[in-house]
């Protein structure tokens, strides 16, 4: 009876820490709205995250679809409770609207989640003639 009732917390044990909560990223936003942006603009957003999980979260890599964003991250290890982050800056060359997206890969459950950056680059208004 002993040795049954070992075994069964035993089990139990085993399947409670296999279900443990990891690190788990909780982003303030996950899609920034610029707006009008003037072309030839740069613009930068910075995505703040909390680990609100039971593990240290390590963002491994962030990939943006194209060389018109560049991404910085937090690179030390998350801890449960505290913050981090991933910057974007989108070039803002060619009129048009955009939705840039930032995917962010880490050791979380998912592995990765994908932000947005979006709005409108407009044309630069033409320069005024100065009076003197």
Known sequence: MKVFFSALVLILGLTTASFAQKGVLKFKEETHKFGKVPQGT???????????????VILSNVTVSCGCTTPVWSKEPVLPGKN????????AAAAGP??????????????????????????????KPSSK
């Not at 981090?84 to 070039?91: P, W």
């Not at 955009?98 to 950056?117: A, D, H, R």
């Open 42 to 56: 740069p613009v930068t957003h910075e995505f703040v995250f909390t680990n609100t999980g039971t593990d240290p």
């Open 84 to 91: 981090g982050s991933v910057k974007a800056t989108f070039n």
């Open 98 to 127: 955009f939705n840039k997206p930032v995917t962010v890969f880490s050791n979380t459950e998912g592995g990765s989640i994908t932000l947005y950056l979006n709005g409108e680059v407009v044309p630069k208004a033409a320069a």
